[in-house]
């Protein structure tokens, strides 16, 4: 049993995913972890304290004032005990509170003086999710390191569709198990990976461009540097939060990416090109901006830009591991089949960006990782989960 003496304390709020939880404690329970749950009032309304402390044969605590078993200050107690902090699920209100640093009950008490890493697992509408109020929350904590698992996209209990729904149980315990658990399969290996959309200028003001955000790239970088291996990450434009300990190159255009690609290329092990880089740019940009003018169209001249992933492919030496990215829109695995083989990659992933939930932007992915012997295919998951399926891909082809 992998966790078996781990001491975990998980928090349950008031939402309609509190049914997830007594799940998540009986994955944990069977592992071999110990775990502590706190409730808060409005979680009461939806699943019983004794349904888990029967699965998780410990007292559930909820009350601040509630005199202990034992001699001892609770919330300390179980902040002290605690190897990791998981709130499942985690609604605005505990991310609110978190961010501020709002004390008024044994959860968020308890969360505030803890030491342990803490994953939350986020469930709530998604216009809540959304909401600018919500976002700089999430942004505030996970700058002070708090770790996030979700949401998800999907069909939500409101009846809306979007983000919002918490992650599944089994990826939860696979997050817990990661933070308590870390592997380490990737030391010594020196991993490249690109991030974010370039930017092609017409003008000072004005460019060709996509709606990549960095945040497949970022999830791949982390994850690759928490196994251990030596990890750069070459950027063009990002929206979100840069992983924290990575060497970064910053690059504009796609000449600027193949420059800083082919610079690195020869000394990496592994090479993951996650980057959405524009396929042409303007020939003649100008220096000076553009001006409407009434009535006139205007006929912009494109020349090709340099084929990165091609480059990479023709210059790779023995023992290097190349991964591409397929991101389309229509005959998918055909359009991937043909980038795996014309540039010489050993993995492409391949995703359809216009489905729900994948692609541009978005906290989930959908995508099947293509190699030469066969294809396995990911479903729905939050971007982090996926890059650790691509890693361990990655991994077995390295090792076969």
């Known amino acids: 049993m992998k966790l078996t003496g781990k001491e975990i304390v998980l928090g349950v709020t008031g939402g309609i995913a509190a049914y997830k939880a007594a799940e998540v404690v009986s994955r944990l329970r069977k592992m071999g972890a110990s775990v502590h749950v706190i409730m808060t009032e409005n979680a009461r309304q939806f699943i019983t304290p004794l349904t888990l402390e029967t ?27 605690a190897e990791v902090f998981v709130i499942a699920p985690a609604t605005a209100n505990i991310l609110a509170k978190m961010a501020c640093g709002i004390a008024d009950d044994m959860l968020s008490t308890t969360v505030l003086a803890t030491k342990a890493p803490v994953l939350v697992a986020p469930a709530m ?51 817990i198990e990661a933070i308590l658990c870390p592997r380490r399969d990737m030391e010594g290996l020196r991993v490249m990976v690109t991030a974010g959309g370039t930017r092609e200028r017409l003008d000072p003001v004005r460019y060709i461009g996509n709606d990549s955000s960095g945040k497949m790239g970022f999830a791949l970088a982390e994850a690759a540097r928490q196994r251990g291996a030596e990890v750069t990450l070459v950027c063009g434009h990002t929206t979100a939060e840069r992983p924290r300990g990575i060497p970064v190159a910053e690059v504009e255009s796609t000449c600027e990416l193949y420059d800083a690609v082919m610079e690195r290329a020869a000394e990496q092990d592994i090479i993951i090109q996650a980057a959405a880089p524009a396929d042409y740019r303007p020939a003649h940009p100008s220096v000076q901006k553009i001006k409407k003018k009434a009535g006139e169209g205007i006929t912009l001249e494109l020349v090709e830009n340099p084929d990165i992933a091609a480059a990479v492919g023709a210059g790779k030496r023995p023992g290097q591991t190349l991964v591409g990215f397929a991101a389309e829109t229509e005959h998918l695995l055909d359009n991937a089949r043909r980038k795996l083989d014309k540039k010489n990659l050993d993995m492409i992933v391949a995703n359809d960006v216009s489905r729900s939930g994948a692609g541009f932007n978005v906290d989930t992915n959908i995508a099947t990782l293509l190699t030469r012997s066969g294809a396995v295919e990911c479903p729905l998951q939050s971007k982090q989960a996926l890059a650790e399926r691509i890693l361990d891909e990655i991994m077995a082809l390295r090792n076969a």
């Not at 559930?60 to 002290?80: G, S």
């Not at 999907?154 to 918490?166: H, K, N, T, Y």
């Open 55 to 81: 699965l998780s044969g410990n007292p559930v605590v909820h009350d601040t004032f509630e005199r202990p078993a034992t001699w001892e200050v609770e919330h300390i107690a179980l902040a002290k005990r």
């Open 125 to 175: 509408n998604t216009g809540m999710w959304t909401a600018p109020a919500t976002r700089q929350n999430v942004e505030t904590l996970r700058q002070r390191g708090v770790r996030f698992v979700g949401p998800e996209a999907g069909f939500l209990a409101c009846g809306d569709e979007g983000s919002g729904r918490m992650s599944e149980p089994a990826a939860i315990v696979e997050a």
